[in-house]
């Protein structure tokens, strides 16, 4: 690699306009120079050029010449037509030139000394008559199976990319693969500045294309193998490398469709952006939810994309209608789009180009995948996990909540996905069976919601025919009870406490009179005692006045008496003998 | 050197044979190639077609659109318009035997 400051005056780059390709190659394709793209047959070479033509002409400004050494230019106008390119329309508009380079050997007998003079008039000729920055060379091989001396051809090839340089025109050279080189006959080492691999592979009956930057000189470029897609729209390459973790975050709120699911989200429902994983076994609600949370979006005026990978979309609607969703109006709206496909229609890869082709195309801001478990028929699980993860950053992003579900196998843990993706996950809803009393019933419970408050209680999960609906489980008496259980427990325990009540207003009667009857004998109680002691008092008075008479008289006796001063004794014995005498 | 035709288009005229042997020779310039080609043509006509040839030397350089007619991508490249069906020999024709056997001349005995 070049020292950096080079980087800036010199490299300067060729916008591709190949969807994906600009952001690998971090500009496009070094600016008047040759590219090497090789590939085995059918790996799409001569559809990368013409693309590359195509965008230059249309969107850059830049006329092409696509001088072809092995298809005709009318199968080529015929096979582009399909996607979307017009070469002839090109032609006629002096955008596009094309030169069929026709070499068949056997009309061909090869004596003596010669150069390819020939062709570089040829090219230098189609290059000036629409004043062309692009040049396609497909497939210059071509020379060595046409002609035989093949150290005149290297020699020339080496003065046809210099030439091209020296044009100041943007080539693209392709070239087949070989067993141990790059390219069959090493254009490689013609073409020492950038290099493009394109592979078709196929794994497990699933083939996906890739394409690798094997080297680009004086630039930094992505190193992986990339994933690409060919479709009605060309070709799309997918950035294959992880955004990292330093997206945005929001602190809005949006809801879930379902109010009392927002309750349990402290009220508010989740995170704009976040990313929610539903998992459940079969039938406990997850498309249900899936769908609540669409019709909320489209509610909103928010548009929703919706990928099905188990049913058809006029499935789905239909479903929903029976819980009172009416979700064909958002799509005749235009708020939500369906994508319906089987996950083994195509490998991973194409399975994360196509969902980064339609998300920028819908540009949504509800994402739903249902369920994510079916890719696994797609890949590994380390490659569905390495997709999602690339999903849900890409997501994350673009700030587009991320809804997914999964489906749990009967008998494998609930806190569990078959991806292992559960760290991506920001919340977690678990939908589970209840089985009780030979009834099911579906609870739902939030395994985790990263960064709010959220409720601990498992709800009982209802379908009813106005949509979702969530009520407490009866969760008293040390049991958790769900569906008819819970409420013929709700209803006895209605009937008890009635009757415990009515029980308790009698006895609280019966304690009141009781206190009554008390209260009563105590009045008739004290009254008594009153009584008696005022008899007691009185006669206490009487004595005293009795003792006080007698005293008087005793005094008045003495007095009659005239008797000497001993007086205690005298006083005694005549107490003595007032007892006596009483 | 454009469109030279040798002075024997009067031998042609005045042949009875029907079979006048139309040749093209393409260059680019008056390179030191194009002119051994040349030559060596010429000697080899001489030879084999005494009477009956045209040579037309076409030079890209000048004419460079008529590259795409003839398919040419080498330099120098003798095409053999007539007699059909057309036969290209590209290379500066030092190998007379080659030529020969390339123009489908049956030598003169």
Redesign the interface.
């Known amino acids: 690699m070049v020292k950096k400051k080079h980087d800036v005056d010199v490299l300067e780059k060729c916008p591709t306009g190949i969807k994906g390709l600009d952001e690998i190659t971090k500009g496009g394709l070094p600016k008047g120079r040759p590219t090497l793209i090789c590939g085995s047959a059918g790996c799409g070479k001569t559809l990368f050029s013409m693309e590359f033509l195509m965008r230059g002409a249309m969107d850059y400004g830049e006329p092409g010449v696509f001088m072809t050494f092995e298809e005709a230019p009318e199968d080529l106008a015929k096979n582009f037509i399909s996607l979307g390119f017009d070469l002839n329309d090109m032609t006629s508009r002096s955008l596009i030139a094309t030169?069929h380079?026709?070499?068949e050997r056997s009309?061909?007998?090869?004596?003596?000394?010669?150069?390819?003079?020939?062709?570089f008039?040829?090219l230098?000729?189609a290059i000036d008559s629409i004043g062309a920055k692009r040049v396609v060379l497909d497939t210059i091989e071509a020379?060595f199976s046409g002609?035989s001396n093949a150290a005149i051809i290297r020699a020339e090839l080496r003065r046809l990319f210099h030439w091209l340089k020296d044009r100041g025109v943007t080539a693209i050279v392709t070239g087949e693969s070989g067993e141990k080189t790059l390219t069959r006959y090493g254009l490689e080492e013609y073409v020492a500045d950038c290099v493009i691999l394109l592979d078709f592979r196929i794994e497990e009956q699933i083939s996906t294309r890739r394409l690798r930057i094997v080297k680009y000189r004086g630039s930094s470029h992505g190193g992986d193998e990339y994933p690409f897609l060919i479709d009605e729209s060309g070709l799309s390459i997918l950035p294959i490398t992880s955004l990292g973790l330093d997206y945005p975050v929001s602190t809005e709120h949006i809801s879930t469709g379902v109010p009392k699911l927002d309750a349990m989200f402290d009220g508010k429902g989740f995170f704009r952006g976040s990313t929610i994983l539903v998992s459940g076994t079969a039938g406990t609600g997850k498309t249900s939810m899936s769908a609540t949370f669409a019709d909320a979006a489209c509610r909103r005026g928010e548009r929703c994309l919706y990928f099905a990978f188990e049913e058809s979309p006029s499935q789905i609607i239909r479903n929903m209608g029976s819980i009172g969703m009416d979700l064909a109006r958002w799509v005749k709206k235009g708020l939500l789009r369906f994508h319906s496909a089987r996950p083994s229609l195509y490998g991973l890869e194409m399975h994360l180009v196509t969902f980064h082709k339609v998300i920028d195309e819908f540009n949504p801001q509800v994402f739903i995948v249902d369920p994510i478990s079916n890719l696994s028929a797609a890949g590994t699980a380390s490659e569905v996990k390495s997709i999602l993860t690339r999903l849900i950053d890409h997501l994350k992003m673009k700030k587009i909540t991320t809804f997914l579900t999964d489906l749990t196998h009967f008998g494998g843990s609930l806190e569990h996905t078959s991806e292992e993706i559960s760290s991506l996950i920001d919340t977690w809803l678990l939908l589970r069976d209840i089985e009780l009393n030979g009834e099911r019933n579906r609870g739902l419970y939030i395994l985790k919601s990263r960064g709010m408050a959220h409720s601990n209680q498992i709800q009982e999960f209802l379908l009813t025919n106005s949509g979702i609906d969530l009520i407490d489980i009866y969760t008293g008496s040390g049991d958790v009870l769900t569906g008819s259980a819970r409420t013929a427990q709700e209803a006895k325990e209605k009937a008890s406490e009635l009757t415990g009540r009515s029980e308790a207003e009698r006895r609280l009667r019966a304690q009141k009179s009781k206190r009554k009857a008390l209260e009563t004998k105590i009045a008739a109680l004290r009254a008594e005692f009153d009584a008696e002691s005022e008899e007691m008092h009185l006669m206490t008075e009487e004595e005293r006045k009795r003792k006080a008479v007698l005293a008087e008289d005793r005094l008045e006796m003495a007095r009659l008496r005239r008797k000497e001063p001993s007086a205690p004794q005298a006083k005694r014995s005549k107490k003595k003998r007032e007892r006596r005498v009483r | 050197m454009k469109a030279v035709s040798p002075g024997k288009g009067k031998k042609t005229k005045t042949d009875s044979t029907e079979e006048i042997w139309n040749l093209r020779l393409y260059v680019a310039g008056q390179t030191p190639k194009s002119i051994t080609a040349f030559a060596n043509l010429k000697k080899i006509c001489d030879e084999h077609l005494a009477g009956k040839y045209r040579i037309e030397v076409i030079d890209l350089l000048k004419n460079p659109l008529l590259a795409k007619g003839d398919q040419i991508i080498a330099i120098p490249t003798l095409v053999r318009k007539l007699p059909e069906p057309i036969k290209k020999i590209i290379g500066d024709l030092a190998n007379t035997e080659r030529v020969l056997v390339g123009l489908d001349i049956r030598p003169v005995s």
């Open positions: 030169d380079v026709y070499i009309e061909i007998e090869e004596t003596g000394q010669y150069d390819l003079e020939g062709l008039i040829r230098g000729n020379l002609l």
